[in-house]
């Protein structure tokens, strides 16, 4: 058994709160509204005891899972690994409730640190201050330890800490991160508005598409729905190719990462069934999703091209169309796009007979334009907005 077994098991062994069941305690940070779409991918990577909280998702496993998670969670936006928890009224509880956890296992004077702090209804109000006050215990303890101490930046820390003291009642986990999950890393973001990766997947997991009829998205943007949609459907690992945070864990266990990621990239498929179409009207859109598509390894999977919308085409008797209009809060302007969204009710109408379509909407009002009776309806976070996934069949 390596010493980094070792630490990961003692350090599971010290939390006194969380999921329960055996392991290590592990948290999905999750944007709002995808919270059971996270639970259910955490069901197919094998997690246990899976609990669904507002803005997450508790979970336990072993370290293969926790490895499988990085890799593979699509909505989820960080994965922390849970140390401890200890009731928190005060600076003081704070200071010396840090100091319980295993610090000189995690940590060496030459590595540096950062402590995120979140704060819900507690004596410390100012989440600044209980980050510093928490450092400073960490800080203490390694000096009294090794008479040197870690330094700390707050950029690419070896560790990054995360406290959240809620109800006077502090968590302290590891993040397991780094660089947020969404940052897939393949994306160039040179044109306006792209959904982040981890809503893409939302939306595309709640269509279910799965390649094997075809995929349209008429103002693909950057093409983060297709790209998202076709990896997904591949079985890629969402995150091979990218670093973590845990890789530099005093425990990372390089071995288990690279065997895990030779496992994920045998089990994902080459090639899909269908085809899988993008179009927008602004040609800089088209290059920048060729670019991405290129980096994102799927130059061969998906196709681009330049085409209004008023002009899109069903490319099959039946498929899936999938489309984030403009809205007006980030692009155009609202009276303006009123008759974009009448158009995209005629389109639908028209041409895509016997196709699913889902509309991202940012804006009830100007979606009612569509004309349609949606089927269903998927609550969604867009940042801080709340949008809805619409679906329509188009008997
Ligand atoms: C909100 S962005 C889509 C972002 C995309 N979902 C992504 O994540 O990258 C809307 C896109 O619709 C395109 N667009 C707007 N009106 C259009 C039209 N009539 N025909 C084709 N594309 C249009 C814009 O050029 C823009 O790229």
Same mark, same amino acid.
């Given at each position: 058994?390596?010493?980094?077994?070792?630490?990961?098991?003692?350090?599971? $062994? !010290?939390?006194?709160?969380? %999921?329960?069941?055996?392991?290590?305690?592990?948290? /999905? +940070? &999750?944007? *709002?509204? #995808?919270?059971?779409?996270?639970?259910?991918?955490?069901?197919?990577?094998?997690?246990?005891?899976?609990?669904?909280?507002?803005?997450?998702?508790?979970?336990?496993?072993?370290?293969?899972?926790?490895?499988?998670?990085?890799?593979?969670?699509?909505?989820?936006?960080?994965?922390?690994?849970?140390?401890?928890?200890?009731?928190?009224?005060?600076?003081?509880?704070?200071?010396?409730?840090?100091?319980?956890?295993?610090?000189?296992?995690?940590?060496?004077?030459?590595?540096?640190?950062?402590?995120?702090?979140?704060?819900?209804?507690?004596?410390?109000?100012?989440?600044?201050?209980?980050?510093?006050?928490?450092?400073?215990?960490?800080?203490?303890?390694?000096?009294?330890?090794?008479?040197?101490?870690?330094?700390?930046?707050? $950029? !690419?820390?070896?560790?990054? %800490?995360?406290?959240?003291?809620?109800?006077?009642? /502090? +968590? &302290?986990? *590891?993040? #397991?991160?780094?660089?947020?999950?969404?940052?897939?890393?393949?994306?160039?973001?040179?044109?306006?508005?792209?959904?982040?990766?981890?809503?893409?997947?939302?939306?595309?997991?709640?269509?279910?598409?799965?390649?094997?009829?075809?995929?349209?998205?008429?103002?693909?943007?950057?093409?983060?729905?297709?790209?998202?949609?076709?990896?997904?459907?591949?079985?890629?690992?969402?995150?091979?190719?990218?670093?973590?945070?845990?890789?530099?864990?005093?425990?990372?266990?390089?071995?288990?990462?690279?065997?895990?990621?030779?496992?994920?990239?045998?089990?994902?498929?080459?090639?899909?069934?269908?085809?899988?179409?993008?179009?927008?009207?602004?040609?800089?859109?088209i290059i920048a999703c060729r670019e991405n598509a290129r980096r994102a390894g799927l130059a061969y999977n998906v196709a681009f091209d330049r085409k209004p919308f008023e002009e899109a085409e069903p490319c099959g008797h039946q498929g899936v169309l999938v489309m984030n209009p403009p809205y007006g809060v980030r692009m155009g302007d609202r009276s303006s796009l009123e008759p974009l969204y009448r158009k995209i009710g005629e389109v639908f109408k028209r041409r895509f007979t016997g196709w699913t379509a889902y509309l991202l909407a940012g804006d009830?009002?100007?979606?009612?334009?569509?004309?349609?009776?949606?089927?269903?309806?998927?609550?969604?976070?867009?940042?801080?907005?709340?949008?809805?996934?619409?679906?329509?069949?188009?008997?």
């Amino acid at each position: 058994m390596t010493e980094g077994r070792q630490i990961i098991r003692r350090t599971g $062994k !010290t939390a006194q709160a969380g %999921v329960g069941g055996t392991g290590l305690q592990l948290f /999905a +940070t &999750v944007p *709002l509204g #995808a919270e059971e779409l996270t639970a259910a991918e955490l069901t197919r990577l094998g997690a246990d005891t899976i609990a669904p909280v507002r803005g997450g998702v508790a979970f336990s496993g072993d370290r293969r899972l926790l490895y499988r998670s990085l890799l593979q969670l699509r909505t989820a936006s960080r994965v922390l690994l849970q140390l401890g928890q200890f009731p928190c009224g005060s600076p003081q509880d704070l200071y010396d409730g840090m100091r319980t956890l295993p610090w000189g296992e995690l940590l060496t004077p030459d590595m540096t640190l950062a402590v995120d702090c979140t704060l819900r209804d507690s004596a410390i109000t100012h989440s600044h201050f209980a980050a510093l006050k928490a450092k400073d215990a960490i800080v203490d303890l390694l000096r009294e330890k090794t008479g040197s101490r870690p330094n700390i930046d707050t $950029k !690419t820390p070896d560790l990054r %800490v995360n406290l959240h003291i809620a109800k006077n009642q /502090a +968590t &302290v986990s *590891l993040d #397991a991160c780094g660089e947020s999950l969404d940052r897939r890393g393949w994306r160039l973001d040179r044109n306006d508005a792209p959904l982040r990766e981890t809503l893409a997947a939302a939306i595309m997991l709640h269509s279910g598409w799965d390649g094997s009829v075809p995929l349209l998205d008429p103002m693909c943007g950057s093409g983060t729905l297709l790209l998202e949609g076709t990896s997904l459907a591949l079985g890629q690992a969402a995150g091979a190719g990218r670093e973590f945070g845990l890789m530099r864990w005093l425990d990372f266990d390089r071995r288990l990462w690279e065997q895990v990621l030779r496992e994920e990239r045998a089990a994902a498929k080459e090639s899909l069934a269908s085809p899988v179409l993008g179009y927008d009207r602004d040609p800089k859109a088209i290059i920048a999703c060729r670019e991405n598509a290129r980096r994102a390894g799927l130059a061969y999977n998906v196709a681009f091209d330049r085409k209004p919308f008023e002009e899109a085409e069903p490319c099959g008797h039946q498929g899936v169309l999938v489309m984030n209009p403009p809205y007006g809060v980030r692009m155009g302007d609202r009276s303006s796009l009123e008759p974009l969204y009448r158009k995209i009710g005629e389109v639908f109408k028209r041409r895509f007979t016997g196709w699913t379509a889902y509309l991202l909407a940012g804006d009830l009002e100007l979606a009612k334009l569509v004309g349609l009776k949606p089927s269903r309806r998927f609550v969604l976070f867009n940042g801080p907005l709340e949008c809805r996934l619409l679906k329509y069949e188009l008997y």
